[in-house]
Structure formats: C-alpha cells, structure tokens
C-alpha cells in the first residue's frame, strides 16, 4: 500500500535546527514532485516547500526562504527539510506530499501523516 511517513519532529529551542524526513512506501518516488507544508493549531495549512521530481525546480514559501532548504534522495526514496533558525512560530504539525502535479495545497496525490515540530524555550 502507498503512503508517505514523516519523521524527526521534535522540540527545539529558538535558533535551533531540525531535519525532517519523509520516506515513500509502496511507490516511487521519482516521479512525483514532492511538497512539505504546515499547519499550526488554528490556522489553515499552508505549503512550505516544493521539490521537482529531477529537483530541477525548486520552491519556498516566504515565510522560511534563507531557512529551510529541501533535498531528495531519489536511489533511497527520501525527501528531507532541514530547518535552521528555528522561531516559535514555525511550531505547527509537518507534512510532506507527493504529486504527479504541481504541488498545491489541492494537487497532493499522497500526504503523510505529520510530524510536530515544537520551538519553545
């Protein structure tokens, strides 16, 4: 069965880093584009990042551009989030999301279910 699983949430104080990723399962990933968005308690989610499927067109969100940096590993089916500069508002649920499409909060194919990130001090 396909699906996408997120991993290395987790709480960090402000100006820390973490490096999220998200493993394919039951299908390929190199055809698909694949997006990491978020969603904080009480607000709407938004997409982060976007990777293409040759990671030849890449995309952020201004909110983290100069911050997170997204990465693919096709051969191991992974995609990655490293996230430096933590704030306290990047605390939120983390999903990644392959597409055949252009990645957009409703061209998604697979979701995962989310990893927290927690920025606190």
């Known amino acids: 069965q396909a699906h996408l699983v997120e991993s290395g949430g987790g709480s960090v104080q402000p100006g820390g880093s973490l490096r999220l990723s998200c493993a394919a399962s039951g299908f390929s990933l190199d055809d698909y584009n694949v997006g990491w968005f978020r969603q904080a308690p009480g607000k709407e989610r938004e997409m982060l990042s976007c990777?293409?499927?040759?990671?030849?067109?890449?995309q952020y969100a201004d909110s983290v551009k100069g911050r997170f940096t997204i990465s693919r590993a096709n051969a191991d089916n992974m995609v990655y989030l490293h996230m430096n500069s933590l704030k306290p508002d990047d605390t939120a649920a983390y999903y990644c999301a392959g597409s055949v499409h252009a990645c957009s909060l409703w061209s998604m194919d697979y979701w995962g279910n989310g990893t927290l990130v927690t920025v606190s001090s």
């Open positions: 990777i293409s499927s040759k990671s030849t067109h890449i």
